[in-house]
């Protein structure tokens, strides 16, 4: 029980394939408390019937893109749990118009747009969540990819946000550090996710990686879920500002 009577809220749970949704059972399954946020009615079944399964869960709806609804949710964390020992931070979004063809054509709107969603956000979370940290050796921990650190056909945009977000990852780090707080990224191999749908080509890359990773096998939710667990528990207490890749070793090929 790795994260018994710890607290942690996850930020966007979609459906049952999503990430964010595998760290917190996972979590949830070790012990830990979970509070879950939604990003709009579109998702909210879903994300009910999901904390159905889980111990006396927290589930709130956070657009956050709005400060106002991530100060609230923060508010009801403290008034429901005290304080925090961790968060999640698995949001991510750009135009479907930014992935397809070249990253040449994104929009000023568009990349405006991937950078607030998916980037700031954890900045913003990270502001409010530190209060309720502080003296409890905290983890925050956001969810990347490869496509940060070099051209993912097709990923575009959000190769472009990924890599703003490692660089998040690193100076939150250096500030929080100080408080005791750690900040980690995981970047996960490609995972059929309601995020990957969007994706054009996205079967492609599932192959190619399963060739040429040196496991040469993709990865699934639980592995994922898994190295989340390490970093979000006691385990990972010296590990702060890393990017951890779990995608079979694809990141170390020069193809």
């Known amino acids: 029980m790795l994260l018994n009577g710890k607290t942690g809220i996850v930020f966007g749970v979609a459906n049952k394939r999503s990430l964010a949704w595998a760290i917190a059972r996972r979590a949830a399954e070790e012990g830990a408390r979970i509070a879950l946020t939604y990003q709009g009615e579109r998702v909210e079944e879903n994300a009910r019937e999901l904390a159905s399964t889980l111990t006396d869960p927290l589930v709130l709806q956070c657009d956050v893109s709005q400060d106002a609804q991530i100060e609230s949710v923060f508010a009801q964390v403290r008034e429901g749990f005290g304080g925090l020992d961790f968060v999640v931070h698995g949001v991510a979004f750009a135009q479907k118009e930014d992935l397809d063809g070249e990253y040449l054509t994104t929009?000023?709107?568009?990349?405006?747009?991937?950078?607030?969603?998916?980037?700031?956000?954890?900045?913003?979370?990270?502001?409010?969540?530190?209060?309720?940290?502080?003296?409890?050796?905290?983890?925050?921990?956001?969810?990347?990819?490869?496509?940060?650190?070099?051209?993912?056909?097709?990923?575009?945009?959000?190769?472009?946000?990924?890599?703003?977000?490692?660089?998040?990852?690193?100076?939150?780090?250096?500030?929080?550090?100080?408080?005791?707080?750690?900040?980690?990224?995981?970047?996960?191999?490609?995972?059929?996710?309601?995020?990957?749908?969007?994706?054009?080509?996205?079967?492609?890359?599932?192959?190619?990686?399963?060739?040429?990773?040196?496991?040469?096998?993709?990865?699934?939710?639980?592995?994922?879920?898994?190295?989340?667990?390490?970093?979000?528990?006691?385990m990972s207490r010296g590990v702060t500002g890393e990017i951890l890749h779990v995608d079979s070793g694809y990141h170390i090929m020069g193809m």
Do not use: C, W
Not at 115 to 128: D, G, P
Not at 158 to 177: C, E, I, P, Q, W
Not at 204 to 223: F, G, K, S, T
């Open 107 to 234: 929009s000023r709107e568009g990349f405006q747009l991937a950078q607030e969603i998916s980037v700031y956000s954890l900045t913003a979370i990270a502001r409010h969540a530190a209060p309720l940290m502080e003296g409890r050796k905290g983890s925050i921990l956001t969810l990347t990819y490869l496509g940060g650190e070099r051209v993912i056909p097709r990923y575009n945009i959000m190769g472009v946000a990924k890599a703003a977000l490692d660089m998040s990852v690193r100076y939150l780090a250096n500030d929080l550090g100080p408080r005791g707080i750690r900040v980690n990224g995981l970047s996960a191999g490609p995972v059929r996710t309601l995020a990957s749908a969007g994706i054009s080509g996205f079967t492609i890359i599932l192959e190619h990686m399963r060739n040429h990773a040196p496991l040469r096998r993709n990865v699934d939710q639980d592995e994922v879920a898994d190295s989340a667990l390490f970093l979000l528990s006691d």
